[in-house]
């Protein structure tokens, strides 16, 4: 858990797009770690401009930082050209291939919606909320990584 005596952090790579949504992605994320015991001077939050820029963000702070988990937060809203869809699948790609590549949990909160309705149920509305899940699924995984035996 220590890197240099000191605790390692939860990073939180959250879009700037689409700000209401992301916002409140950003917000349950926070909860959802503080609720769990989660330090808030352990938590490092990073905004960059868009979803399509979280997974290069999420490998340089993967690097840079040697965090015990990353949760990538973004919204991405269908328009009127299939550009979402597109970008979305990227954005999972890129952020799966960080995870995979720098050993490090990337909870997925990034929201690929149809509409701006179905975004804000998936932000905290009737639907759930994906930047609580992703924090969650985050803490997980690190309990995960908790349970194996340690290399030297």
């Known amino acids: 858990m220590a890197r240099n005596g000191r605790a390692r952090p939860i990073v939180l790579v959250a879009s700037q797009f689409n700000g209401p949504i992301t916002q409140a992605l950003l917000d349950g994320a926070l909860d959802a770690l503080q ?3 989660v330090a808030r001077s352990r938590i490092r939050i990073f905004r960059v401009p868009g979803a399509f820029e979280l997974p290069v963000a999420a490998a340089t702070v ?3 930082l040697k965090p015990q988990a990353i949760v990538a937060l973004g919204c991405l809203i269908k328009g009127r050209t299939p550009q979402y869809a597109a970008i979305g699948q990227a ?3 890129g ?3 960080v995870s995979v590549n720098e050993r490090v949990p ?8 149809d509409s701006l309705a179905q975004a804000r149920a998936r932000a905290g509305g009737a639907v759930g909320h994906r930047g609580r899940e992703a924090a969650l699924a985050a803490l997980e995984m690190i309990e995960f990584s908790n349970t194996l035996p340690r290399r030297n």
């Open 91 to 93: 954005v999972a790609q």
């Open 106 to 113: 990337v909870g997925f909160g990034v929201i690929i919606a």
């Open 95 to 97: 952020l799966a291939q």
């Open 62 to 64: 993967a690097a840079a």
């Open 35 to 37: 609720e769990s015991g």
